[in-house]
Every structure is written in structure tokens, then in C-alpha cells.
């Protein structure tokens, strides 16, 4: 989505009135030391902001082309990263701000090794640690890993990068020097080379905004959906650009904005809010530091504005628990007999359902652990609700495994329940709990099924449980409750015995009503299309209950479609020999209407109760 083309909206009214308060700015000057940079216009203005889940804010000149250049260096330390593990770059090329200008020569006195990779001495030999067998290789290589960033294929600035090329030699010596110390190791022309082309790769504000974007949405264009580099190295990237991305000015900034950033000299500059948003600002003319005027100014009125100082956050996790229930107030869709109902009830507060929220990292996610633990003496059965956790890190997993263990190791049983969109824990899971991970907890994929597996178990342990095959007898029916032996002979004569195989349709939602059936065998499921259109089962009958007689008082169609989860059988009462009785037996048929009422009145008031559960 591209808000520019949806018209206004509070966030592009924000970076219009930035642009316009910061572009009558005359300071600073555009670069000229690489020739061809001199020709860029210093009045070239644009802000683009784009979110972490990809939503794209620009204002003034965001689709003007320039060469990237040092704003390259911490992307193409990813792919050095990415390459070559994290302990052999850091064998080549350090993490410590210099406070020097990015051009200095300072490589550390003793090992030659260049300080970080933001300055040109340590992007130099982190080029030099990008694979390929050749240069054109490295070089494809960077360029396609930027262009997964900015989402777009992107290619090199001739005629600027052959002006850096004839007038880069204080570079070339810098090259010369990291191969005096060994950190290159072959010629230094080719990488050298190979740094100015990195430099020289032609981007817009947009593509900036949304390279930013992807290291703040940990790796991933957040438009495309592409993974530029692996997660797991963005925090690397991320620090070198909070220590050492502004150069010499690299304290003042990460101090009054804080964000990790990146400028660069022909104008550009990127800010990350891990998680949130990434920033890029374009405007050539340069303060003496060589950082963006307008671009510095942008970044610190955003930050201010936004409250986007990394430092300063606060709040986190207050919400995580977004409900908490009980076995006693909330049921499965299962429909329990009146005994077990009873039971369930009784024992149903030993099973704790938490319903969970928002992003869980370790402080969202110890507000879970530490409710559940304080309550814990109380639980047998934890069922833990992801559906609406937005993303979970490895701290979380930690938490939720630990607190597994402890849950196991005293008898007791976790249940997990929604886990779709987050692969991670379920993963984690695997990983510590070793072969057989599954059997020491429970994966369902709703919460419906995890609370039947609860009473399940409940109803096991009280010693009532029945098994799937158990056959009813007219005299198990709930709805012929009180019928004399003769009373149930006349009804039974009526009845027709009817067969359907497993996952067979019953009933079809929208049916003419014709008859009504009681269970003799098997479970049947009443299914609706929920509001997301996934079916969502609204009960299931077990032998001795009835279903279909809603339509006895009511005549009205079928409201929901019934399917049989086993092999089923069923006697059928059709709705004309049920109205004949009116005549024939009225007393039979007043004790039956008798019945129903009752049957709805119990199930009027288990939903009175559960939806009182709800906040
Ligand atoms: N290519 C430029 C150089 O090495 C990059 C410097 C910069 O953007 N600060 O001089």
C-alpha cells in the first residue's frame, strides 16, 4: 500500500509539514570531492517513511535517483555476515566508534585492523570478505542483495562511480594499507575497485525508506515479503549503525535521536526503529561532519515527535493477557451429559484457559508467566491461546518452555492452542524437548478441542468416561426422561433407524425440516461457517441426545449443517407422526415438548454463563 496514493493521512500530513518547515534550509554544502556529485542540486528534498508491515509515507523528491554510497557499508556488512560468520569478520574488522572523520586512515596500531565497518577503512576490507570468484561476481552479488532490500532491482551509477574511481586515491592507499597488515590479503585494486561500484549503486529516498524498512522488520522487505538477509544478523548491523553509523558525530546523534543510522556523502540518510519503521532522508548538502543538514534535522524532528528514541520505551507488555477463564465458565462445544456437566463443572476451575495478546517479548511474556505461576497451585490443565499474539521472539519460547517443564515435572498438562503464524515456537519447542516433542505437550488448533481434551481428562479421572462406541437404549434418551415403559413403546414404534458413515452430512444448513433424531451410537458435530468463513463447530451429540428438534417447534429450515465424526446411527421421528401424536397421545406429547423446553433451558443457560465469562 502506498499512502501517497490514498490521499492524505496523518502520518503524510506529519512528513509535508517536516518537508516544508525544513526546506527552506540553506546550509551546508553539496560534495564535491567525487567530481560528479557536484552536480547534484542542493534544493533535491524527500522524506519516505515506511512501516514495518509496509506501508509507504513520501513527500517531495523521493523518486530522484542518486548513488548510495557510504549508506552501501552496513548492508554489505550483512552480506560479509552472511558469508563468513560473524567471528571471522570481526577477526578483520572491528566494532569500535573512532570519532574520526569516515575518510581517516585509522586502523588500530597493533593487528592493522580497521576500527568498524562505517568507516571507509573497515568497508574497504569488509568488501574484501564478500564471496564470488571474481569481482563482477562480488559486485552482482551486493547488487542483488540490495535490490531484495529496496524491493526493486537496482543497478551502478557509471559516470559516478569512473569519477571516484580516477580520484579515489586517498582510498587506494587506505586499500594499500589493510594489505601492509594482511587484512586484505590479495591485491587491494579489484576490492578497492569493488567498494567505489558498492558506493555508486543508484537509489531513491524511497528505496532508502524501505531498506531501512526490511532491517527494521528484522531482514524482510516488508512489501515483498523477500528475505534480504537473515534475522539474525540484523542486530549486528543494527549496533555498528547505532555506534558508528553518523562517524564523528555518532554520540551526539544516537543521544538526541537514537536510532541506528547510516548517512552517506551524496546527501542520504537512513534511520531503524527495530520493529517499527525505517526512516530515509535525501537532501545533498552536507554539514562538516558529511552528514545530510536537512537529513540530521528530519530525523531529530521525527524522533522527537514520534517518541522514536529507542531508549526511551516504556509500557510494554502491560496487555499481554487479553482474557483468562476458567473450566468451569467456559465449556467445549462437546455436549456433556447431566452428570458430567456436573462434574465439569466442579472440577472445571483446575483448568485455566489465558487467551494472550499483542508482541511477546520477555517483558509481555514474564506478565503471563508470573500470573500463571502465582495461580499455579490451583492448575492442572493450562491452555495457552495464541491467536492474537503478533509475533514472539526466543525469549518467549524460553519462558513458555521453562514454564512447560515445571508445568510437566509436577503432573501437570500445557496445552497450546492457535499457534499458526508463529513457526518459531513450535520450533524452539522441538528443539529443546528432543525426540517425542510432541507427546510432551498438546498442539490444537483451537481452543475448542483443547478445552474437550481437558474435560476429557477431568471426566477420566472422576471415572465417568464413556467410550466412543457406547450404544444408547431408548431409556438413555435425555428427551425421553420420565416416559413409562409403555409411553416409550409408542414412541418407539415410530422411530426409523438410520445409518451414516463417518464424515457423511447429516443435515445441510438451509434443509426443509422433516424429522428429528436421537443418538443411538457414534458423535455427530453441528458445523456453521464462522464470520472468517472457516467452519467452526457449535456442538457435538453423543449417543442418548437428541439434535434436530428445534424444527419440531419451530418448523423453520435447517440453521447449521450436521456431520458425523464416526460411523453414526440414529432414530428418526418424523415431524408427522410427532403432530399426529397431538391427537393420538397428547400426554406423550406434552412430556416430550416437556423435555425439549428443558433441554433448551440448559443450553440457554450454559451460554448465559459463558458469555458472561467474557469481559
Ligand atoms: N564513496 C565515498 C568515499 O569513499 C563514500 C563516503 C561517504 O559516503 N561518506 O569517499
Redesign the pocket.
Known sequence: MNATQEGSSPVLNLLAQLHRDHLAISEGTVAT??PELAKADPNWFGICLVTANGTVYEVGDTRQSFTI???SKPFVYGLALEDNGRAAVLQKVGVEPTGDA??SISLDPGTGRPRNPMI?AG?IATAGLIGGKNRVVKIRRVLETFGLYAGRELDIDKAIYQS?SQT?H??RAIGHMLRNFDILTDDPAPTVEQ??QQ?SISVTCRDLGMMAATLANRGVNPVTGKQAIRGEYVESILSVMGSCGM?DFAGEWIYNIGMPAK????GGVIAVLPGQLGIGVFSPPLDAH?NSVRGIRVCDELSRRLDLHLLNRSGIGRSAIRLKLTGAEIGSSRVRTTQESKILREGGGRTALYQLQGNLAFAATETVTHDIVTGAGGIDFLILDFKRVLTLNESACQLFHLLLRQFHEAGKSVLFARLGDLPLLRRYMKAKLGVGWEDKFQLFQDTDPALEWCENKVLERAGVGRSADHCATPEDYDLLEKFTGEEMGVLVALFKRRAWKKDEVIINIGDDAGEMFFVVRGNVSVIIAAASGTPKRLATFSAGMAFGEMAIIDRAPRSATIVADTAVECDTLCLEDFEKLGVSQPAIKIKLLENLSLGLCRKLRKANREISAFD
Open positions: 570531492y567525487i554510497q557510504s549508506i569516515f575518510n571507509n568497508a571516484e579515489g586517498r582510498n567498494y567505489f558506493c562517524y548517512s552517506g556523502v551524496s558529511g
